[in-house]
């Protein structure tokens, strides 16, 4: 069976938080929300995640601190910020910052739920690459070990 992906919501809109949690719940998603940065590092640091979404703006902190702040904490979480406040400066800070994807308001579910298929297709190829090269990197290592051993073997004799 295939794992759910846990994703957190933060945004100060309750309206955004509870439509966008139904509609994920709805799509087989794991979801949690924060309606601040301070809960959604409190959140991130007590479970993994394996997607964020950000607004931009924040009461307590900038949607852009908050991806420093939560890169620090869950480096391999993917982090799509979601603003109503486009700009190039905007776009490129967040980049810059640790955003994964930038959307922006208004948008329609479909859109956001293919931006999520995306990152999330994004973090299992990458994820897949390393347990390869891991497992190619055990087994040179095992090649080596037997081939120092049957050298050793063999000189004794």
Do not use: C, W
């Amino acid at each position: 069976m295939k794992e759910q992906a846990r994703i957190l919501v933060i945004d100060d809109d309750a309206t955004v938080r509870r439509s966008h949690e139904a509609v994920l719940k709805a799509n087989g998603y794991e979801v949690d929300v924060a309606e601040n940065g301070k809960e959604a590092i409190a959140k991130s640091r007590a479970k993994l995640y394996n997607l964020a979404l950000v607004d931009l703006r924040l009461p307590d902190m900038d949607g852009v601190e908050l991806l420093t702040a939560m890169r620090e904490t869950v480096p391999k979480m993917a982090k799509i910020i979601i603003t109503g406040y486009p700009s190039q400066e905007n776009t490129m800070e967040a980049v810059n910052r640790g955003a994964d994807g930038y959307i922006v308001k208004p948008y329609t579910m479909e859109d956001l739920l293919r931006k999520i298929k995306e990152q999330l297709q994004k973090q299992r190829e990458a994820r897949k690459l390393s347990e390869e090269k891991v497992k190619e990197f055990i087994e040179a290592r095992a090649e080596e070990y037997e081939s120092r051993a049957l050298a050793k073997h063999s000189s004794k004799k």
